[in-house]
Structures are given as C-alpha cells and as structure tokens.
C-alpha cells in the first residue's frame, strides 16, 4: 500500500466498517515501522481489497482486511491473509492474532483455512452494536509442525 492508495482504501474501508479510519490514521499506518499493509488490484475494477498487519514483540496483530463486497467469495481474502501470514513468518513472528465479529461467519471460515483456531470470545468488542469478537490465533510451530508431518508423509 501507498500514499496514492489512499483514496480509494478508505472509499473501500467505509464501505467495509462501521468505524471507518481517518486519513490521519491511515497516513500513520504506513509510516509506522510496525505495520506492513497490502491492497488488491483486480484489472477490471482497481482496488478491490487490502489487509494490513502490525509485528508487535514478535507476534503479529491483523489489523483490518477488507475485500469489496463486488468481488467477495473469490479467494482474495485468503490471499489478503496469506501474504500478512507470509510477511509475519517473515519478521519473525511467532504467531498471529486477529478478532473477528461472532456473527461473521464467511471471514472465521477464511480465517479457519488459514490456519487460525478460536482462542475465546471478548464480549461486547464492537461499539456499534455490542457484539463480542472471536479471538483467533495461528501459531508459527503449529504451520511448521503441519508441514513437516506433510512432508514426512511424502518421503
């Protein structure tokens, strides 16, 4: 992501949150040395996701990941995700957090294909309407340990 993506990422984060951030929120995001941010290009529409993650002590937080509901149910927020998941085994990471609302179902099914498991609930998380977040967690040795036995099996 770039300054020049700006524009149409918070077109799309508004359209995608109900606590859409400012431009001086997202201006933070890609001068802080925490955050990685990606978007999606699709050829006939631009922009048509992005996803961001912070590497904080050694252990990655998403941040946000949003693909416009045009394009959705195509595999591109799995894609969104795995390139964050890319970049944290990248830094370092040893595992990866995220919450996602209880009633969002399509993206903990991404979030499961992914890898992540649900780790607990925090109630009341979201200020728009009460709901409680899942919190979901994907561990580095768990990835390593997954494809090692993978590539055991195949020996």
Do not use: K
């Amino acid at each position: 992501m770039r300054v020049s993506d700006l524009d149409a990422v918070m077109a799309l984060d508004r359209r995608a949150f109900f606590d859409s951030w400012s431009e001086t929120t997202w201006r933070h995001e890609l001068e802080t040395a925490l955050a990685s941010w990606y978007v999606l290009e699709l050829p006939e529409q631009g922009l048509a996701g992005y996803a961001g993650l912070w590497n904080v002590a050694g252990e990655g937080q998403v941040m946000r990941v949003a693909v416009d509901s045009a394009v959705r149910c195509r595999g591109y927020g799995r894609q969104l995700t795995e390139q964050l998941l890319a970049r944290a085994w990248e830094e370092g990471c040893t595992a990866v957090t995220l919450e996602v609302r209880e009633s969002n179902g399509p993206a903990q099914a991404v979030y499961r294909r992914c890898g992540f498991r649900a780790a607990g609930v925090r109630p009341h998380y979201y200020a728009d309407n009460g709901e409680g977040a899942l919190i979901m967690w994907l561990y580095r040795q768990d990835v390593e340990s997954a494809t090692g036995a993978s590539s055991e099996q195949n020996a």
